[in-house]
C-alpha cells in the first residue's frame, strides 16, 4: 500500500484520550497522514461517530473501501491495522 494514500481512512478522537494519544503516536511515527475528528471539540463528529459506528467509543477508526465503511474501535487493533497495512517497522 502506498504509505500517502490514507484517503478513506479518519480517526475519531479526543485529544486527552490516552488510547488516542498511543494510536496518534503511532502514526506520527509511520510518517503517515489521517484525518482526525475531535468529537469533543465538534459535536457534529461525535453524532457522526454514534450514528456510524454505534457508540462514542475513541480511539475509532472509519475506514471507507470499495464503497464499504468500517468502524474499528480499541487503540491495539486500529494500531495493528495501520501497521500491516503501511508495512513499516515502528521502533518500540
Avoid: H
Avoid at 31 to 55: A, H, M, T, V, W
Avoid at 61 to 84: D, M
Amino acid at each position: 500500500m502506498d504509505r500517502n494514500n490514507t484517503q478513506g481512512l479518519v480517526l475519531f478522537e479526543y485529544f486527552t484520550c490516552p488510547f488516542c494519544f498511543m494510536t496518534r503516536r503511532v502514526i506520527k511515527q509511520l510518517g503517515i497522514d489521517i484525518e482526525r475528528r475531535d468529537i469533543l471539540k465538534n459535536s457534529d463528529f461525535r453524532q457522526e461517530l454514534i450514528k456510524g459506528g454505534g457508540k462514542s467509543q475513541v480511539p475509532c477508526l472509519r475506514i471507507e473501501e470499495n464503497n464499504q465503511v468500517t468502524w474499528l474501535y480499541e487503540s491495539a487493533e486500529i494500531i495493528g491495522f495501520l501497521k500491516s497495512r503501511f508495512a513499516v517497522e515502528v521502533p518500540q
